[in-house]
């Protein structure tokens, strides 16, 4: 079936620490892949996108994800966490297939430990 | 910037009443979304328009309705508000692809529903 799994429900790090927060998708075509954050009592706001060419794409924040299509991944990352940053990830995919429909997965909870 | 509002950021309704959530968007955005989000679930999609007066189910349109008579303005509607449908009622919007842009949505702060 066709589905976007994040699979950590809930991630804890340290301010100034590394982060990287999972997501595969399981799709037959590559999709269109992103990245949102949902601060506390906010609505998303869209961090970075993938369509095609450089697996590497940068974001707002300093965030940054890899896609890598024999994983099926397309990975979060930031060098250096900053407590701001606590907040709700999403992944979401918009299948390749003609439609604008958006998968998302279920999140993943980042909490920030000074 | 593009501007998603929601009528209300709280709503506290009864049992069997009909609600109505609304929302605006100020980008002339073809495509418009409702979804709930509930701990755990991430966001499921309610149901979504692609244009005025065109609705299309989502994943879960049951006891839900939609209304789109302009194209800044989505609503939903509890025909019948029931305990299950306490939410967080989120609302987005998008252009199409064709527009050049990317399928990217563009959320507002969203409605958290009680039903008592």
């Known amino acids: 079936a066709q589905s976007v799994t994040q699979p950590d429900i809930h991630i804890t790090v340290s301010e100034g620490a590394s982060l990287e927060l999972r997501c595969n998708y399981s799709y037959g075509a590559t999709p269109y892949l992103f990245w949102y954050v949902q601060s506390p009592g906010q609505g998303l706001q869209l961090l970075l996108k993938y369509f095609s060419g450089d697996t590497l794409v940068q974001g707002i924040k300093g965030f940054e994800a890899e896609f890598k299509r024999s994983q099926s991944s397309f990975n979060l990352r930031k060098p250096s966490v900053h407590w701001s940053d606590a907040a709700e990830y999403f992944c979401?995919?918009?299948?390749?297939?003609?439609?604008?429909?958006?998968?998302f997965g279920a999140g993943t909870r980042l909490f920030v430990k000074a | 910037d593009v501007k998603v509002t929601q009528s209300s950021r709280y709503l506290v309704k009864r049992t069997g009443e009909k609600v109505f959530l609304e929302c605006v968007q100020d980008m002339d955005h073809e495509n418009m979304f409702w979804y709930r989000q509930d701990p755990g679930l991430g966001l499921r999609l309610i149901y979504f328009?692609?244009?005025?007066?065109?609705?299309e189910k989502g994943d879960i349109p049951e006891g839900y309705s939609v209304s789109r008579e302009k194209k800044e303005r989505f609503s939903l509607i509890l025909e019948s508000a029931s305990t299950n449908q306490t939410s967080m009622y989120l609302c987005a919007s998008s252009t199409p692809k064709l527009a050049g842009t990317s399928y990217e949505q563009y959320f507002g702060p969203g409605t958290r529903l009680t039903v008592t």
């Open positions: 328009s692609y244009d005025v007066k065109m609705k």
């Open positions: 979401a995919v918009v299948p390749n297939t003609g439609g604008f429909k958006t998968i």
